[in-house]
C-alpha cells in the first residue's frame, strides 16, 4: 500500500475523528422547565430534550426505553435534584452508564436554593417524604434566577469554548426575569393572604412568593391518595379559615377537587406543575404568567 | 432651620422678673439697690455665657443631622438611574447580595455534610406474605400442602452500596420456609454481585443474580404484577432465572434504543438442577468443560408511538452447548404499554407477552434381558422439545387500583429425569398445561400492597385445579425503582 495512500487515509480518518469543538452540546432535561432554561442560555450551541412532557406526575415520570437511549448519548444531564426524580431517572442513568454524567455532566438545578420543608424526622409514617425538603423549586417565581445560573455554570463547565456566549445568554435571560419578577409581583399583590388547598405539596414556594396561605392538602400524606375522613376534616378547617380556592395539578382528576370546591362553596383553579402542564405553558415564564392568570382569575371569580 | 434662644427674650423676662421683685423692695437705700443691679449684671452675663455654650451645641448637633441626612440622600441616590424609572439597587450591591446568599447557602451546605457513617450501604426489605387454598391433588400442589396454607413467600434483606468510583455491589438474603422441614425458613443467599460503573457504555456484572432471560424470569416474586409466577417460566426457566457466572450489557450509544446483554453461568434457573457430567458423578467430584457451561444472549429493542404508546421487543436464548447435556432455550417477548399523558387520570395499561422454545435432553435407562434372563441396562439419550408461554393484561384505572386476566400455556419439559418407555408423559407430551388467571391490585401506597389471584388449572393428564391466592406485601428501608421494573 504505497505510503500517500497512509498519509491520506491517516489525515481523513484524523479529520473524521477529531474533535469537533463547533459540535452542539447535548442536553437532557429531566424536566421541560430545564429544557426551556437550557435553549435559552445555550442558545445555538445546544440541542436540548426534556424526558418529562410536562403534564405528569413530576416524581413519577413513565420510564421508557427510548429515554435510556437519550441519557446514554447525552453531554449533559440536568435534574431538580432534591429526590424529586428518584423514582425514574436514577434507573435511566444506570442503565445507560454514560461516563460523562459521572465527570460533572449531572447538573443539579436546584444547588444553592434556599429549601423549604427539610423534614426533621424521616419516617414512612408521614408517607412519601422528601428527605432532602420540598423540591419542587420550579414553581418558585422567585426561583428562576438561581436555576439559570446553576443550568449556565453547568453548560460552561461541560462546554467551556462557549462560556461567553453561555453567560451573555443567561445575563439576557436574567434581565428578562428582572422585568417578569417585577410584574408578578405587582399583579400577585392581591394574592397575599389568600388561602387555598392543592392536591399535593407542590405550592410551598409559590405561597412563599405572593404571601399567600398555604392551607393544607388534599391528599392527607404525601402521595397517599385522598380519604374520606381527612377530606371532610379539610372541608371542615376550610370553612371555619374561609379557604375558597382549591388548587388542582394536571396529573390528578378533577373529581374530589370539585367536590370538596362545592362543598365550601369555592373555586378550582388548575395550575401547571410543569412547562407544558397548560396549553399556554410553553416556556417557564410562560408557565408562571399562566399559573398567576389563572389564579388570580380563580379569586376575582369567588376563590377568596 | 438654625434654632436660638431668644436672648433677648430671655433677658427681658429676667429684667420684668426682677424688675417686679424689685417693685417690692421700693425704698430701698440707693446703695444696695447699686450692689442689687452689680449682681444682676453678673448674673446675665453668666446666663449669657450659658446660653452661647448650648447655642454652639445645639448648632453642632444640627450640622450633624444635616450631614447624616446628606448621606441618606446620596445612598438613596445610588440606585436612581437616569432619566424617570423607579430606583432599584445597584449592580454593585446585586452582586454582593449574590456573593452573601452563596456564602449561606455553602454555609446550609456544610452543615448538614454528610457524616462518615452516611456512607454506609443502603438497606431495604420486602416482607411477601400468601394465603393458597389450593384445591387439586397433593402432588400438583408443588412444594407447599394442597388445601389451605399459610406461606412466607420471601422475607428478603437487600444491601446495596457505591463500593468506589469503579464498582457498586448489592446483596440480597432470602428466607423462604421449607413445608419439608416444618416450615424452617434458612436465609440463603439469593443473590450478591459486583457491577462496573466505569467503563463506558458497557456494564460488567460478576456474582450470583437473576440473568435478564426475557422479561419476568429475572424479577423477584414479590415484584411480579400478579402473585404466582407464570408455569411456563418456572417449569422451562427453573423458577427465578438466577445464575452464578459473568455478563456483559450495554445499551449502545445510537439515537434508537437497543441494548445487547450476554454471559457465562454455571447454569441458568433457581430451581434448575446444577448439571453434572454425563457420567452421573456429583458436581464436587466433576470437572465441567466449556461446552457444559451455560451461554446467555439477549437483544432487545423499543418503539413509541406518539406519547402515549411503547412497544418492547427482545430476543433471548440460553444454550449449554455439550453434546450430552444440551439444552437450549429461546424466549421472544413482547411488551406494549398506553400511558397517556395530557390526561388527568393515572390510567395506564400493560399487555406482556412471553413465547418460549425448550429443548432438553434427558437421558433416562432401560432394563432388558440377555439371552439366559441376566437383566441387561441399556442407556438412552432423548432430545425432548417444548413451547410454552404466557400472556397477560394489567390495567391501572386509578392511581390504587390495577386488574388483569393471565393465559399460561407449556409443554411439560423434565430436566434430566429417567423416563420410561410406558410413562404416560410421553403419551401427553404434545399436549399443553393450562393456566387461566385472574387478579386484583390494590396498593395502599409505594410501599405496601395486596393481591389477590384465583386461577384454574387444567394439568396434561386431563385433570384440572383450583387455586386462589391472597398476597400481602411490603417494603420499608431504601429502595430503588430497577429499570427492569419500568
Same mark, same amino acid.
Given at each position: 500500500m504505497s505510503k500517500s495512500f497512509l498519509l491520506a487515509a491517516l489525515l481523513v480518518s484524523t479529520t473524521c475523528f477529531a474533535?469537533?469543538?463547533e459540535a452542539k452540546l447535548k442536553v437532557i432535561a429531566s424536566i421541560p422547565d430545564f429544557a426551556d432554561m437550557a435553549r435559552e442560555i445555550g442558545g445555538v450551541h445546544v440541542e436540548v430534550e426534556s424526558l !418529562?412532557?410536562?403534564?405528569?406526575d413530576s416524581h413519577g415520570v413513565p420510564v421508557r426505553p427510548s429515554m435510556a437511549a437519550k441519557v446514554a448519548q447525552a453531554d449533559v444531564v440536568i435534574e431538580m435534584g432534591l429526590n424529586m426524580e428518584h423514582a425514574w431517572l436514577p434507573p435511566l442513568i444506570d442503565t445507560a452508564n454514560n461516563a460523562k454524567l459521572r465527570g460533572g455532566g449531572l447538573i443539579k438545578a436546584s444547588e444553592g436554593e434556599t429549601i423549604?420543608?427539610?423534614?426533621?424526622n424521616l419516617s414512612r409514617t408521614e408517607g412519601e417524604q422528601h428527605s432532602e425538603g420540598n423540591?419542587?423549586?420550579?414553581?418558585?417565581?422567585? !426561583?428562576g434566577r438561581i436555576l439559570a445560573k446553576n443550568i449556565c455554570a453547568g453548560l460552561s463547565s461541560n462546554a467551556p469554548q462557549f462560556k461567553k456566549d453561555f453567560e451573555e445568554n443567561l445575563a439576557k435571560y436574567l434581565q428578562k426575569l428582572d422585568a417578569k419578577e417585577k410584574e408578578w409581583k405587582a399583579a400577585g399583590a392581591k394574592l397575599k393572604g389568600v388561602k387555598f388547598v392543592s392536591f399535593h405539596n407542590h405550592w410551598a414556594y409559590w405561597a412563599r412568593y405572593f404571601e399567600m396561605e398555604y392551607v393544607g392538602t388534599l391528599e392527607p400524606k404525601p402521595g397517599i391518595p385522598p380519604s374520606g375522613s381527612h377530606l371532610a376534616k379539610l372541608i371542615q378547617l376550610m370553612k371555619a379559615q374561609g379557604v375558597k380556592l382549591v388548587v388542582r395539578e394536571p396529573q390528578f382528576s378533577d373529581k374530589i377537587p370539585n367536590e370538596v370546591a362545592e362543598k365550601v362553596g369555592g373555586k378550582v383553579v388548575k395550575l401547571a406543575i410543569m412547562v407544558n402542564g397548560l396549553p399556554e405553558a410553553k416556556t417557564w415564564i410562560e408557565m408562571i404568567d399562566a399559573n398567576l392568570k389563572a389564579m388570580l382569575e380563580a379569586v376575582d371569580d369567588g376563590g377568596k | 432651620m438654625r434654632r436660638t434662644f431668644s436672648r433677648r427674650a430671655v433677658a427681658g423676662t429676667i429684667l420684668i422678673t426682677l424688675f417686679v421683685g424689685g417693685a417690692g423692695h421700693a425704698g430701698e437705700a440707693p446703695k444696695d439697690v447699686q450692689a442689687q443691679v452689680n449682681a444682676l449684671q453678673d448674673a446675665l452675663v453668666k446666663v449669657n455665657t450659658l446660653l452661647e455654650s448650648q447655642q454652639k451645641k445645639l448648632d453642632e448637633q444640627q450640622q450633624r443631622i444635616a450631614e447624616q441626612e446628606k448621606t441618606i440622600r446620596a445612598y438613596k441616590n445610588l440606585g436612581k438611574p437616569l432619566g424617570d424609572g423607579p430606583a432599584g439597587p445597584s449592580a454593585e450591591i446585586l452582586a454582593r447580595l449574590d456573593n452573601v446568599e452563596r456564602q449561606a447557602a455553602q454555609a446550609v451546605k456544610t452543615a448538614s455534610r454528610p457524616k462518615a457513617s452516611d456512607s454506609s450501604p443502603y438497606i431495604g426489605a420486602a416482607v411477601d406474605t400468601a394465603f393458597r387454598y389450593f384445591d387439586g391433588d397433593n402432588g400438583k400442589a408443588g412444594d407447599r400442602p394442597s388445601g389451605n396454607d399459610f406461606n412466607i413467600r420471601g422475607a428478603e434483606l437487600i444491601f446495596y452500596a457505591d463500593v468506589d468510583p469503579f464498582f457498586k455491589t448489592y446483596m440480597v438474603l432470602n428466607a423462604t420456609p421449607d413445608a419439608s422441614a416444618n416450615d424452617e425458613a434458612v436465609p440463603s443467599l439469593e443473590e450478591a454481585a459486583i457491577s462496573t460503573t466505569c467503563l463506558p457504555h458497557v456494564t460488567l456484572k460478576g456474582g450470583r443474580f437473576f440473568v435478564p432471560f426475557g422479561r419476568l424470569s429475572m424479577i423477584h416474586d414479590h415484584d411480579l404484577p400478579f402473585v404466582s409466577r407464570p408455569s411456563s417460566i418456572d417449569n422451562y426457566v427453573g423458577g427465578e432465572s438466577q445464575g452464578q457466572g459473568l455478563m456483559a450489557s450495554s445499551v449502545l450509544p445510537i439515537s434508537h434504543f437497543f441494548q445487547v446483554s450476554g454471559g457465562v453461568f454455571n447454569?441458568?434457573?433457581?430451581?434448575?438442577?446444577?448439571l453434572n457430567p454425563v457420567d452421573g458423578t456429583d458436581a464436587t467430584n466433576s470437572r465441567r468443560s466449556s461446552a457444559e457451561m451455560t451461554y446467555f444472549l439477549k437483544m432487545l429493542t423499543s418503539f413509541d408511538i406518539g406519547d402515549a404508546h411503547t412497544f418492547e421487543l427482545g430476543a433471548s436464548a440460553v444454550e449449554v452447548p455439550d453434546h450430552e447435556i444440551r439444552r437450549n432455550l429461546t424466549n421472544l417477548e413482547f411488551t406494549y404499554k398506553w400511558h397517556p399523558s395530557g390526561q388527568s387520570l393515572p390510567q395506564k395499561l400493560v399487555w406482556g407477552t412471553e413465547i418460549m422454545r425448550n429443548e432438553q435432553r434427558s437421558q433416562f435407562t432401560t432394563t432388558a434381558t440377555d439371552a439366559l434372563g441376566n437383566p441387561i441396562d441399556k442407556q438412552h439419550r432423548e432430545s425432548i422439545t417444548g413451547y410454552g408461554g404466557y400472556s397477560y393484561v394489567e390495567y391501572f384505572f386509578d392511581r390504587r387500583w390495577s386488574f388483569g386476566p393471565r393465559v399460561d400455556l407449556f409443554q411439560p419439559v423434565t430436566p434430566r429425569e429417567t423416563v420410561l418407555p410406558d410413562d404416560p408423559r410421553k403419551a401427553t407430551r404434545n399436549t399443553y398445561e393450562q393456566s387461566y388467571s385472574l387478579f386484583l391490585t390494590y396498593k395502599f401506597s409505594e410501599f405496601g400492597r395486596m393481591r389477590l389471584e384465583a386461577t384454574h388449572k387444567i394439568y396434561t393428564d386431563r385433570t384440572a385445579a383450583n387455586e386462589l391466592l391472597f398476597q400481602w406485601t411490603v417494603f420499608w428501608g431504601a429502595h430503588t425503582h430497577g429499570f427492569d421494573m419500568r
Open positions: 474533535e469537533d469543538n !418529562a412532557h410536562g403534564t405528569e423549604l420543608e427539610i423534614p426533621e423540591p419542587h423549586v420550579n414553581l418558585d417565581p422567585g !426561583a | 447454569k441458568i434457573g433457581a430451581e434448575f438442577p446444577l
